[in-house]
Structure formats: structure tokens, C-alpha cells
């Protein structure tokens, strides 16, 4: 049996708000690997010599959060295709040769908190609508249409980003202006809100939910709290609803995999140890 000991941690800046440690070390624990799972704060100006650590120091490898998800990737050896997609890395796996590639995961993520909230989910069931055009946005995209959302309605407050994000994926995309957010949601399977409105300390989302159909999937990334203002009022008129917990939880499982040999399942005890750090 293996012993040699294994760690890794999410870098980014700041960080100490992630509840990524909780998750990994959870799966630690219960699988008994010589292992553990930190915080790595690293200010913009020292990520090249971060980087440079992960191989110095022999580190399983780390997850990545804002503001490096984007700027990590130049020096990497190898970003997996997926990423290079999506334009950003989320999850960076140290080879036995020092080689270090980069992969993300977020779409996978969401994609399967998906059908875990709703195992009948197809992602051909109709148009989707979704708020927002950062790198959530992004992950969230390109993953519909990989799984064959037939059309997707992007709105975003800046217009600009969101037709930027479409004349990049394709025809499929179609952008409407926030005005039109309201009426956008007329036929839709989804919904998504990937922008940071109704997320603790900012103001909930301006959104009508009148013409959404009430067998639309309402899906919110934002995990703090679990249940954004969006999520109770949909709720509340009868449509089936998932928060962000599932996605940060399910890209989580693909890294932990990667670094440590083991891949770990998700478990009530790991969703009650997490919110009891909301």
C-alpha cells in the first residue's frame, strides 16, 4: 500500500471563505489516505511563483478560484480541451514528471447536480434561459449545449459580453437584452441564474417568474445561502428547484479523484457538515 502523503488545496485570492476544505478533507477522512487538503493564498503578483511551488514542493495538485483561473493557464503544461473551451482551469493535476495539466471541471459539475436534483433531466427538453455571462455562465453554456440544449436565450446586464459569448459558441445562443428577461422565460425547460444576484450580502433578483412554465427546472449556482430568493419563489409556485451545492460538490469529486486515487461519493453527512459552515 501506498503511504507517501499527498496534499493539495484551492489557490486563489482571497480565499478563506472556501468551504473546498471541508469537502476534501470529508473524503479524506472517510476513505483513511494519507492525505489533507488546505487553503493556498496567492496574490496576483505571486502566481508564477506559486505555480513554480506546486512542482518544488511535490503537491498533488490544487484547485483554482478568482482571480486565477484564467491567468494560471499560460503556465501550464498541458490544458485539457475542455478547458482551453471554456477559457479558464479550475483544477490543476501535478503528473508524476513534474508536469502539471489543467482541467475544468464546473461544467461537469453542473451538468451532474442537474440529474442528481432531477434524474429524468434531458437537456434537449426544450429552450433554456440563462442570466449572466461571466465564467459560470460560460461553464454552464457550452456544458447545455455539449449535452444538446436544442436553443439557449442569454441576458446579461452588459449586453456586450453576452454577444461576445455567442458569436463564440454558435448559433444556438441567442442573446436578449435584460429588458426581455421577463418574456424570455415564455417555453423554457431551464432556467439558470449564474449572476451573483440573491447571493448573501447582495440584493435578490429582479425576475417575474409569471410566464416561466411551471415543469421548468430552476437551477441557481449560488450555494450561499441554499436557497436564494429566485429558489423560494419558484418553489413556491410548484417548480422543481436546485441550488449551486450540487456543482461545487460534483466538479469537487473529479479532482479529489485525480490527486488522490479514490473516487469519493457524496453523502448526506458531507452536505450536513457543509452547511453547518453556512
Known amino acids: 500500500m501506498d503511504k507517501t502523503f499527498k496534499f493539495?488545496?484551492?489557490?486563489?485570492?482571497?480565499?478563506?471563505h472556501s468551504r473546498s476544505p471541508v469537502i476534501h478533507n470529508f473524503w479524506v477522512r472517510q476513505h483513511k489516505l494519507q492525505a489533507a487538503y488546505g487553503l493556498f493564498p496567492v496574490k496576483p503578483e505571486h502566481l508564477t511563483d506559486a505555480v513554480r511551488g506546486i512542482r518544488a514542493l511535490g503537491i498533488a495538485g490544487c484547485n483554482v478560484t478568482i482571480p486565477h483561473k484564467v491567468?494560471?493557464?499560460?503556465?501550464?503544461?498541458?490544458?485539457?480541451?475542455?478547458?482551453?473551451?471554456?477559457?479558464?482551469v479550475n483544477t490543476v493535476v501535478a503528473g508524476v514528471d513534474g508536469s502539471l495539466t489543467g482541467y475544468n471541471f464546473d461544467g461537469y459539475g453542473y451538468i451532474q447536480c442537474l440529474r442528481d436534483a432531477k434524474p429524468d433531466?434531458?437537456?434537449?427538453?426544450?429552450?433554456?434561459?440563462?442570466?449572466?455571462?461571466?465564467?459560470?455562465?460560460?461553464?454552464?453554456?457550452?456544458?447545455?449545449?455539449?449535452?444538446?440544449?436544442?436553443?439557449?436565450?442569454?441576458?446579461?446586464?452588459?449586453?456586450?459580453?453576452?454577444?461576445?459569448?455567442?458569436?463564440?459558441?454558435?448559433?444556438?445562443?441567442?442573446?436578449?437584452?435584460?429588458?426581455?428577461?421577463?418574456?424570455?422565460?415564455a417555453d423554457v425547460a431551464l432556467l439558470v441564474n449564474t449572476t451573483n444576484q440573491g447571493m448573501h450580502g447582495h440584493p435578490a433578483l429582479d425576475l417575474h417568474l409569471d410566464r416561466l412554465p411551471k415543469t421548468a427546472l430552476v437551477s441557481d449556482v449560488i450555494y450561499i445561502p441554499l436557497e436564494t430568493?429566485?429558489?423560494?419563489?419558484?418553489?413556491?409556485?410548484?417548480?422543481?428547484?436546485?441550488?449551486?451545492?450540487?456543482?461545487?460538490?460534483?466538479?469537487?469529486?473529479?479532482?479529489?479523484?485525480?490527486?488522490?486515487?479514490v473516487q469519493p461519493q457524496i453523502?448526506?453527512?458531507?452536505?450536513?457538515a457543509l452547511a453547518a459552515t453556512f
Open 121 to 185: 433531466w434531458k437537456a434537449g427538453a426544450g429552450p433554456v434561459t440563462v442570466l449572466g455571462a461571466g465564467g459560470a455562465a460560460r461553464a454552464v453554456v457550452l456544458s447545455l449545449l455539449d449535452e444538446g440544449a436544442p436553443r439557449i436565450r442569454l441576458i446579461n446586464r452588459t449586453r456586450g459580453k453576452a454577444e461576445a459569448m455567442a458569436a463564440e459558441f454558435g448559433a444556438a445562443v441567442e442573446v436578449h437584452g435584460w429588458d426581455e428577461r421577463h418574456e424570455a422565460l
Open 8 to 16: 493539495a488545496g484551492v489557490m486563489g485570492w482571497p480565499v478563506a
Open 71 to 88: 491567468a494560471i493557464m499560460p503556465m501550464l503544461d498541458v490544458i485539457h480541451p475542455l478547458a482551453r473551451r471554456m477559457g479558464a
Open 229 to 261: 430568493p429566485l429558489l423560494a419563489a419558484a418553489r413556491a409556485r410548484g417548480n422543481p428547484t436546485v441550488n449551486g451545492l450540487g456543482m461545487l460538490l460534483n466538479q469537487a469529486r473529479r479532482g479529489f479523484e485525480l490527486w488522490f486515487g
Open 267 to 272: 453523502a448526506d453527512e458531507l452536505r450536513a
